[in-house]
Each structure stands twice: as C-alpha cells, then as structure tokens.
C-alpha cells in the first residue's frame, strides 16, 4: 500500500529512487537526509544505503497495487532530476504515472536545468503535477524552466523559505506552497517574506497553501498565518486531506 504521509500537501508518498546530494542552499539542513540516516540505523532495507542514490526497480509497479485514487508526492526522499538518474528511468516513471492515471502524481525538483533539457523528451500525462523548489530569490531561474514545460498543473514550493522573494513570475503557475524550515538546525523564516508571497498569488488569483512555520517545535508554531490557515489547492481539486 501507500505510505501515508504527514506533508500537509499531499496525501501519501512513492520513493522509487532514494538518496541524493546537495546543490543549493535549501538543501543544508535536508530532512530527506536526515530520514534517511536514521532508516538505515534501524535496519530498513530500501535505506541500506543510507543517502547515497539508489534506484529500486521493485518499486517501479507499486501504484498499480493501490486502488483508491489517491495524491501521490514522488520520490520525497529524492529527485527525480538528479543527474545520477537515467533519462531512460525517469521517462519509464513518467509513463508508469500515465497508466495509472486514477492518482495524482506531485514531482518536485532542484534541478530545474535538467527538467528544461528533458522537456522535449516528456509527454507529460494530464495526471501529473510538476514543480521547483525555491528558497529565496537567487534561485528563482527555477521558475522560468518550469514554464518552458507542457506539465498540466505547474507549482513552486518556496520551503524552506530561508530569504525574501520580492521578483517572482506567477504567470501560468498554478500553485503556490510556502513553508519554513524545520529540525535541529532550522533557520527562521520571516513572516513579512511569506505575506509578501501571499499578497501576490492574491493579486494574480494564484491558489496559496501556508504549510508551516517550521522551527525546532514545528507542530507548537502552526501553520496560521494572520489567524488563518491557508489551504488552498489548484483549481478544481479537493483531496480528502486538505
């Protein structure tokens, strides 16, 4: 069956890769890494790795075991994008996606130059979502790779938000995550950074999900921002969880 996960945007999560490597400053304190660390000490076998990347091809068919429709974040203990993942993979997980097209599959990159060499490769199926990480706004290029795609449903996650993002393209995206950090080492977040973000998916009608403050005590800091939680999807999706 699915894992069911506690991310407040999605409903469970399919890891067919595992692992990967730092490339930019959100990824610092990575949660992934920490998991995964923490997997392997308790002898869990997809983690006998660690965070080094590894491909589990006995994943691969997972999605046609689960019946219920379901909103499915991809590889949330990796990237998809990664540079150590074959063309050859990534397009036999997108087609994977395709044919199972009762669920809603969220894929999520840092790596946005590489979603931009593959685009013409990419059929993208109706059913999946495609999205970049951006923690501030040196890395706000992100954006403009993830318009050049035909992805049917375009999203940013700004999380972990760790710096003002005062330029931002909205145009044609159709949502927007906002988050802080969270852990040991988490690094604090703003609150003026994030009603500036959500002052301009307001000004353009751009669906705002708020998912955290973050912090050391995350779930004591909530997820309220001005007195109201913010949960909104893209258009025309209700999931059970939201």
């Known amino acids: 069956m699915a894992i069911n996960s506690s991310i407040e945007w999605t409903e469970s999560t399919w890891n067919p890769i595992t692992g990967c490597t730092k490339i930019s400053l959100g ?111 040196k890395y706000t290029y992100r954006i403009d790779h993830l318009l050049q795609t035909s992805a049917r449903i375009k999203f940013i996650s700004f999380e972990p938000l760790i710096g003002r993002v005062s330029k931002v393209k909205l145009k044609g995206v159709d949502w927007v995550i906002v988050g802080g950090e969270s852990g040991p080492k988490a690094r604090p977040i703003d609150e003026e950074w994030v009603i500036k973000l959500r002052d301009l998916c307001l000004s353009v009608k751009t669906p705002f999900f708020f998912k955290q403050w973050g912090g050391v005590r995350k779930k004591e800091n909530g997820r309220s921002l001005q007195g109201k939680i913010w949960n909104e999807w893209p258009k025309s999706i209700s999931p059970s969880s939201a």
């Open 27 to 137: 990824c610092v304190n990575c949660y992934a890494e920490r998991m995964a660390y923490r997997l392997q000490a308790m002898g869990q076998y997809n983690y006998k790795n660690g965070f080094e990347l590894t491909i589990h091809k006995e994943s691969f068919s997972l999605p046609e075991t689960w019946k219920k429709p379901q909103i499915i974040f991809v590889n949330s203990m990796s990237d998809l994008f990664h540079k150590d993942v074959p063309d050859k993979i990534i397009l036999e997980l997108i087609e994977i996606m395709r044919t199972n097209n009762r669920h809603i599959f969220q894929i999520l990159t840092k790596r946005s130059e590489r979603l931009a060499l593959l685009e013409k490769k990419i059929q993208w199926p109706e059913n999946v979502w495609m999205g970049v990480s951006v923690e501030n706004q």
